[in-house]
């Protein structure tokens, strides 16, 4: 661990890093901030939920000068949320510094963005669709940009976004400094970053299980049509204080969410099909806790950091091991414990030993919670409540009629009325899931010799995030999600999305029948049962 003041910040960052709740640098800040301040190009891996987004937004707002009214510094990041999120914590970082920063991503009124453009912020966080459109329309410069990052760079450099980011990347000059991060660093983006980087440095501080050390991994080997019940169990069992559940489709999505809400519970959902305003309403929600349960696509999986979040939960296993690593990642940050399900269909324990090997990592069988374990769970909460209302006082108003009412009952009698009310418990509404094909692995995993999401390179030996510091107030108000800017829910156009693109020849994309055949873009919903991919604006 190292504190913040022995990197040689300006003080005016120090003065904000300190105002953040900061105490001490991660591994992937110490390691990273002299390095980035050294100018260099670098590749930083880390776990998720331990600090990467200051890990490359201090040394940069760092090296920014306040004077100059260009374009200087562009970061960019797969999803819309997470454009907004991160532009959020570099605009708390920029606090005393007087730099201005603006979050340029699709959905949003792009006359409103120009307007805020005039305002000369020196750094532009965007997604890359909405990007190219002020490329276009020349209203934005990328002449005197002198830093790019890359914020989830993997993602970024997957064939979905190679296009445009190519695109983007050369209109920036020459000699500028290019840095990726992520907690996820699959061989085959060396072959790309060499493309993109000049001599990088890397930085890792992965150990050998990629994903984040406090997280309590379980799976339920749980067949298709049982799902939804094995969910509402372990939600009443466990009772989360915020959990997401990931689904695979968009479809899923939006029925899991009702069906949930149908049962009385409080959740919605998360989707690139959703118009912008509807996906910042969901995000508002689940931030300020006025819905514990948030349902999403992989649109959620990447660089969100909701505190609070205590359970994951994937509803359907993801495709890729990666997503695995980045959705169970949305719990257990900054130094917070954490506990991701995963729902496995018999037919899918194939695909779930996959994700082990490939992530290092056990994940412990546990049995299908049992309903006298949902009802105590249910229960326990209630009588929680029950007891916090009472604490808090107040409770004059109601006295006189509960005087009345023990005439009538018993106190037991009347008090398990009132729980069972409290419950909210709906158990007769119809639930209708439309069922998923099994997941299949794919090929790149079946014959490879390496299946690591590690760079290859040694780790450091220097692990973990964190030591006190408290991460100082959430990010009120924010939400986030994967650009869509119109692309076919199937994805990005028939790319294998993980196999590298650069070079590599298995393009053949997925073994076997589902919906996973390699398509074409075309009219946006046009499938609805597809893998919510549409990353891009
Ligand atoms: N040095 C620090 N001390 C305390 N809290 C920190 C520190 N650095 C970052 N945090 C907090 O830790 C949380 C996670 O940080 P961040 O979102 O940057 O993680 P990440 O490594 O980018 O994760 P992911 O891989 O999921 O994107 C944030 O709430 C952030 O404010
Ligand atoms: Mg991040």
């Known amino acids: 661990m190292k504190n913040f003041a022995d990197l040689g910040l300006e003080p005016k960052v120090l003065q904000a890093i300190t105002e953040l709740g900061f105490e001490e640098a991660t591994p992937i800040q110490a390691q990273s901030i ?30 920014i000068s306040k004077d100059t ?66 490329i276009n329309r020349k209203t934005i410069r990328l002449d005197d940009v002198e830093t790019v990052i890359l914020d989830e760079a993997d993602e970024m450099l997957d064939m979905g976004f190679m296009d ?41 501080v992965v150990p050998k299980q990629v994903s984040a050390p406090l997280i309590d991994q379980a799976y339920i ?53 959703l118009s912008q305003n509807q996906r910042d309403t969901v995000m508002r929600k689940f931030r300020d806790g006025s819905i514990d349960v948030l349902v999403a696509t992989d649109v959620a999986a990447r660089g969100l950091d909701v505190s609070g979040v205590t359970h994951v939960v994937n509803f359907d ?25 995963s729902f496995v269909t018999p037919r899918e324990i194939d695909h779930l030993h996959l994700i082990e090997r490939v992530t290092r990592h056990r994940i412990t069988r546990k049995p299908l919670p049992t309903l006298a374990e949902a009802i105590e769970g249910k229960q326990r909460i209630i009588a929680e409540r029950l007891m916090e209302t009472i604490e808090s006082g107040e409770l004059n108003e109601y006295k006189g009629l509960a005087i009345q009412l023990l005439e009538q009952y018993d106190s037991v009698q009347l008090l398990s009325g009132a729980m069972k009310m409290l419950t909210g418990e709906k158990r007769d509404s119809e639930i209708q899931l439309t069922p998923e094909d ?23 030996g220097n692990y973990g995030g964190f030591r006190g510091g408290s991460n100082g107030g959430g990010r009120g108000g924010y939400n986030r999600d994967r650009d869509n800017g119109g692309r076919d829910n199937g994805g990005r156009g028939g790319y294998n999305r993980s196999s590298s693109g650069g070079g590599r020849s298995d393009t053949s994309s997925y073994r076997g029948g589902g919906d996973r055949k390699p398509r074409t873009n075309s009219g946006e919903g046009r499938r609805p049962s597809k893998r919510d991919d549409s990353y891009n604006s």
Not at 172 to 191: C, D, G, H, W, Y
Not at 438 to 460: A, M, Q
């Open 34 to 63: 002299p390095i980035a301040m050294s100018g260099r190009d670098m590749i930083g891996q880390a776990q998720t939920g331990t600090g990467k987004t200051a890990a490359f937004g201090i040394p940069l707002i760092n090296k």
């Open 164 to 204: 445009d980011i190519q695109s983007i990347l050369k209109l920036v000059p020459e000699e500028r400094q290019t840095m990726l991060f992520s907690a996820t660093m699959p061989p085959n983006i060396q072959k790309l970053a060499q493309q993109f980087l000049k001599n990088p440095e890397h930085v890792s």
């Open 317 to 341: 296993l993801p495709q890729d091991p990666e997503s695995y690593v980045h959705r169970i990642g949305r719990t257990g940050r900054a130094g917070k414990e954490g506990t991701a399900w």
């Open 221 to 273: 080997e749980v067949p298709e049509r049982q799902k939804f019940e094995a969910l509402c169990r372990l939600i009443d069992m466990e009772s989360p204080e915020l959990a997401i559940v990931f689904g695979r489709t968009k479809r899923r999505v939006d029925e899991l969410s009702e069906a949930l809400q149908k049962r009385g519970y409080s959740a919605d959902g998360l989707h690139g099909d």
């Open 438 to 460: 099994p997941i299949r692995v794919k090929r790149r995993y079946n014959n490879s010799g390496k299946p690591d999401l590690r760079n290859g390179r040694k780790p450091s």
């Open 69 to 134: 009214d260009k374009i200087v510094a562009l970061v960019m990041t797969p999803t819309r949320e997470l454009a907004i999120q991160v532009a959020e914590e570099i605009g708390k970082l920029t606090r005393f510094k007087g730099i201005g920063s603006l979050p340029i991503y699709g959905g949003q009124d792009i006359g409103r963005q120009i307007r805020a453009l005039k305002k000369k912020p020196q750094i532009i966080i965007g997604t890359p669709g909405r990007l190219l459109d002020h």
